[in-house]
């Protein structure tokens, strides 16, 4: 019962990273939306692997192939489902990992949970892989919040100890949105790539990995989704943000800061704005008691670093049940923040709108 | 559809601060455990307020009442309601507030969602006393999970800027747990106790409230639960916490921290300890995956300021249509934290049964 | 996780039948509706026993107190708790039925299932005294319903061998639904009610019970409500119907009868009818793909006879092992089928109410 | 949120008619269990069409492509997706049901509920072959079932006004389950195939269809699973049971005749035989206030007949918006009963494992 996500919009997603195919079913979509495919895959082409020289050499035909729930360019109210048939996989690498868990991934509590008969290849059903058909979903239900005004932007918080400027919670230009929705290293200011992309570097060059933070925006809600208490919407965003690999840590407006603030400094004072209600700082994320006030959503999530680096590892051999050391061949992605861009833009899609439902 | 939680074990929470009654309805529950209702009351009890000079004044009786699904002290198996008559309460205070919403509260977006047709009074439903009827399902739920060897303790974790110490995530001692379990200030580091309450007293002397942290363990639990993808350890603890009233941020491990580190850091190495997996450190807060890996699970919660503060306050009157200025009268308890430590071990316990499952 | 039903209002009824109290929590409902209360009482006066000469003399006081979700007479969008205390019960009759289950009673399953811990005073939870909240619940959904133009009817279609008319399913006139939510005795042919008492009492003088069955109409709802395949409105009606004890079958429009027509008789033709689409017969009863077509929805539901009955049965004592004799002492309703008429509307709404959800 | 179904194995259906694909994915399956595909495959060839001279000419490739959840044979515990290509699809004669919806089908009501915007060739997403997906995902779930000793076995019960013998419900052999669940024509008593097969010849030569009934049985089910109320055995069921296509009622024992009966009559003694507890008859289909008693679960479920006749029908022009008349074209399945049987054992074994779960 893990993979599906929403009670308005139910996304069911399936696959592993070396099966024959990974997909995702979307159910409850309302018939007639027309959908602009093209933008669909530039969100795919986003987050797919080998964009430039910090990504991962492995390469991977993400392009997906829509089964049903569309008819032309248009849902038909169907559930929709589109598969991503895997291509081009090479399997040797993985034999031992059944044996000698890789610290930092699934390899041990897949082991225990599915008595050893999981698909450990690639990571199986746990693979960053999976987040294609996240994205897919994702983007179809952004262009229906988009015609209702609802506009989702991430971009690159932090990469190590690396940082870009925080999002102005009370006021985000949509040309802000445009810019960030179109790029695969998404910055709100763009002086800190460089810094970024050799902190990837240096890392990559000590075998090594790094994590991050990406802070995600949400424009256009207006003042009154969400419910209170288990459905709140930080309950709701969190719990689908969750479901992206790597993802420790979720935090609203300000977030832990809070926590060493004054009431009289942390509350958002209310004010008429040409007849609107806005508030002057927007500290709280835009969400008061589980429920949007009308001013962007945003928060972050910490991306933990990579779990797969080329450093020789201490690990167990489960057959054996001694103590064991483990290195990992390959090539891999040093930092997976750039790519999680995306994803996380497309998970909070998928939330927003199953706070939201489907009718306007 | 807001206030339930659960899938294996469903909580309903019910009421409204000022209303006739407050409760919660658990269906699920296996038939034939034995419930220590004393063990229930110490629980109440620590949430309930007046405790000691930090906390409000305002009397609750929080004696809650069994109207099903116990027959003496052993469950049924049907579902088991429990009430907490309201009795005492002074609905005086809160005759403005459906105009002029405090700033930090759910007042402007309850009024909004509910088209201003909701119990204002106290908060209503969104009020932190809804709190008392997690505490006592947690406090059922927590005496099964002991049952099966698994324990849950949080403390204070900050006030303000005054930390405690954190805990030692590879190992948590029983006694310490049971230490925690029965304070109002729950502390691993008793010396931190004055300075914190010192901190509290500042801000009260301040007409202003301070907000803090707690950290939550779970320990006992064995390796292989929680679900990949959207049913994960995190996501469903993240969820309920979120349900509580003032949790703005959730990390899980090292969390935030995790986003500077690198992967040879914070990847938790795996050994074997006397026959049992083990790792040699728990950054990653006890799951990997979405699924347990039999270390304790580890997080923290990021508790915002009480919004209710006795300065004047900027706000707006929503009747007249235009700004407006606030004083919140009455006497407010200008730190939640120290009460905020037995709502989150509940709603934690709440949350891991639905994750384990009432079968043994 | 057995006594809640819905996903758009959500109600879990809680209780057993000698425990404190019985009661109901709504969640869902849209704040600012007025309700009735009066009109709440009445259908639960036409559930409630006591009322004629053919119904069981036990006496039950069925005043709902509502703990939450209301202020004054309006819905304020928060859970609706409604407690009805249990005063007046005689527990002794009940003390052998651990050992010897009652034929036909869920003694004996319950007893499996919850090891003997449940409360078996009564029939516990699975009394029909937990049909109570359900009639509180539906009297609230049903006002709900009504202002959007949705009313429901049942009668008693059947008792034994005697038959009332049935709906003509094309066209239900308004004033025969408000007779028969007014009725304690639900009948469209009122010549039906002498033989229909007659069937009872010569049950009950043979130291007997008698079955029947009820059908129930849902006039008003526009076309395209429900969903195709397991959400589809036969499917979300016949699990609510299910919860009401005793009933063991149910049809749509003219059901099992279709299995022996041809499909030129069973289909109904469409035409035009002052501009609206309308069927000339409506043998599928209002419901096409799982999806209502803007005519009655119809269906019928079979009642199997009161299971207590007054002569001795052959049963099992579990304790010894052995085969029993079991006589049951008190008096028992005989039939139980025109108190189950507001019981079949209640939940029909309910059901509804979920089919359509709250927004307009 | 239609196609869904199942809360601890929960399979997503997706697909229409004439669409690219139609399939399942099914979640929550146990890790690790061998699966054998060819008896996968003789479930699916029983529903499929064309097996004998009674189905219809459209020829089917309905051979399933597992993309994930399997390894060789072995379940990895991830979510299965199976998908059946769609070839051989002539669309064209489906091009004028957008505007005269034929009568017993949902072009009417998916015509509203979707604005024209669903795929309507061969009925799309509520066609007859979307049931294959379901015989797939039951045939996966009933070789779980039959390792704990489950048995699941249906037969033609009735075709028009032909019967079969019932299942003695007290006692069901298992060569009997062997030879239902290997036939295209499952019937108790061989006798009835004459006279049922000439029914359908006959409504066939007069340009109709007929209906049926198929009788439903699960064996070896322990007593004590299900729960009361709303997921009691009868409702989880029927829910399952009317997510398939043309069912319009649905028995449990003996069903509507109990309501005819006295309870003396209807009441199932107890008896202990060989230290079992069982029933002397099992008038209640092996189901007690929602919990399974321990003998067979026993149903019946009413199919109207196939709404597709040759035969000129009354419908309207919705364009137009006039009355009209039709004619479908092509050749129709005149009976679909005997294909039905191996499609409400497959939501039937569904429906069971959710009752019990996937633990042992």
Redesign the interface.
């Known amino acids: 019962?893990?993979?599906?996500?929403g009670?308005?919009i139910?996304i069911?997603?399936?696959?592993?990273s070396h099966?024959?195919?990974?997909?995702v079913?979307i159910?409850?979509l309302t018939?007639?939306e027309k959908i602009d495919m093209d933008k669909v895959l530039v969100q795919m082409a986003r987050r797919a692997p080998g964009k430039d020289k910090t990504a991962t050499p492995r390469k991977e035909s993400d392009l997906p192939?829509?089964?049903?729930?569309m008819?032309g360019d248009?849902?038909?109210?169907?559930?929709?489902?589109a598969?991503i048939e895997n291509t081009n996989t090479k399997s040797g690498d993985y034999s031992n990992l059944l044996s000698c868990?890789r610290?930092?991934?699934?390899d041990?509590?897949?082991f225990?949970?599915?008595?050893?008969?999981?698909?450990i290849r690639g990571g199986?059903?746990?693979s960053g892989r999976?987040t294609a058909p996240i994205v897919f979903a994702g983007a179809i239900c952004r262009q229906l919040l988009e015609k209702r005004g609802i506009k989702i932007a991430a971009h690159i918080s932090?990469i190590?100890?690396v940082m870009d400027k925080d999002f102005d919670p009370t006021s985000i230009p949509d040309e802000l949105i445009e810019k960030l929705n179109g790029s695969s290293f998404a910055l709100i200011d763009d002086f800190a790539e460089e810094a970024m992309r050799a902190e990837v570097e240096d890392?990559r060059m000590?075998l090594?990995?790094?994590?991050?933070?990406v802070e995600c925006a949400v424009t256009g809600i207006e003042?009154?989704?969400?419910?209170?208490?288990?459905?709140?919407v930080?309950?709701?965003i969190?719990?689908?943000?969750?479901?992206v690999?790597a993802?420790?840590?979720?935090?609203?407006?300000?977030?832990?800061e809070?926590?060493?603030?004054?009431?009289?400094?942390?509350?958002?004072?209310?004010?008429?704005d040409g007849?609107r209600?806005v508030?002057?700082t927007n500290?709280?994320?835009g969400?008061?008691?589980?429920?949007?006030?009308?001013m962007p959503i945003v928060f972050?999530a910490?991306?933990?670093?990579?779990?797969?680096?080329s450093?020789k590892?201490?690990?167990?051999d489960?057959q054996k049940?001694?103590?064991a050391e483990l290195e990992i061949h390959g090539r891999h992605d040093?930092c997976i923040v750039p790519r999680a861009v995306p994803v996380i833009e497309a998970i909070t899609a998928i939330a927003i709108i199953n706070i939201l439902?489907n009718?306007e």
């Open positions: 019962m893990s993979s599906t996500f009670e308005k139910k069911s997603v399936f696959g592993e099966g024959n195919g990974i997909g079913v159910d409850g018939a007639g192939r829509v089964l049903s729930g008819l248009t849902l038909t109210g169907a559930p929709l489902c598969v868990p610290p930092g991934h699934s041990y509590t897949a225990i949970k599915y008595n050893a008969a999981n698909d199986g059903h746990f999976l932090s190590g100890s890392a000590s090594d990995s790094v994590g991050g933070t003042p009154g989704f969400g419910d209170p208490m288990f459905d709140g930080e309950g709701v969190a719990k689908a943000v969750f479901g690999p993802i420790k840590g979720i935090e609203f407006g300000k977030g832990f809070l926590s060493k603030m004054r009431g009289s400094q942390s509350n958002d004072s209310f004010r008429y007849g209600v508030t002057e500290n709280c994320g969400i008061l008691g589980g429920i949007t006030n009308g972050k910490a991306i933990k670093p990579t779990p797969s680096i450093q590892q201490k690990t167990v489960l049940r001694e103590n040093p439902g009718t």
